[in-house]
């Protein structure tokens, strides 16, 4: 069963907004695929997490990314350690968009899952993020900026997000200039 979280909305009613499957190989991926989850969140996105592996579960997977448009999602994150082909088994199966995450979970530290998931042939595109918890985090971004593209509440968490992150920079550099500011460590 996957676990779900609804959506934080000031939306007027009527609209549903769309949800985001978020899918990873295996339950030992859950530590670094949080922060996507975080991030959607954060933006008030519905999402479902669960495990869909391309390899231990092939025909589970396809089905569930088959069906995924007709559920409600409209993008898809998927998380994947080893020879990571879930992003490119999940995009055969779906026109949604799918957001790739390589995991370091392997003796190789994510390289191996980096090039399976983002060397897919011509003509179906996996978006491939960063190895790790940068990756999931933005995957998690790369999805509100998907969906902000029908959904203007959405639009507007994303420019608050923006306007955080240099407010944050700009606070360092307070701190730089200011010793007595500084945190101290
Ligand atoms: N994996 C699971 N099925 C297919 C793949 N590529 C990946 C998982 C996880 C790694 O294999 O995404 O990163 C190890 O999984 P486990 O279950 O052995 O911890």
Known sequence: MARRHPARTSRPPGRRPLKVWVAMGSDSDLPVMEEALRALA???????????????????????????????????????????????????????????????????????????????????PVATMAIGKSGAQNAGIFAAQILATRDPEIRRRLHAHKAQLAAKVTEKNRALREPAARPKA
């Open 42 to 124: 954060g933006f008030g996105i519905p999402y479902e997490v669960e495990i869909a592996s391309a390899h231990r579960t092939p025909q589970a997977t396809a089905e569930r990314a088959r069906n995924a448009e007709r559920r409600g999602f409209g993008a898809i994150i998927v998380g994947a350690g080893h020879a990571a082909h879930l992003g490119g088994i999940v995009a055969a199966h779906s026109t949604l968009p799918v957001i790739g995450v390589p995991l370091p979970s392997s003796s190789l530290q994510g390289l191996d899952a980096l090039l399976s998931t983002v060397q897919m042939p011509g003509g179906v």
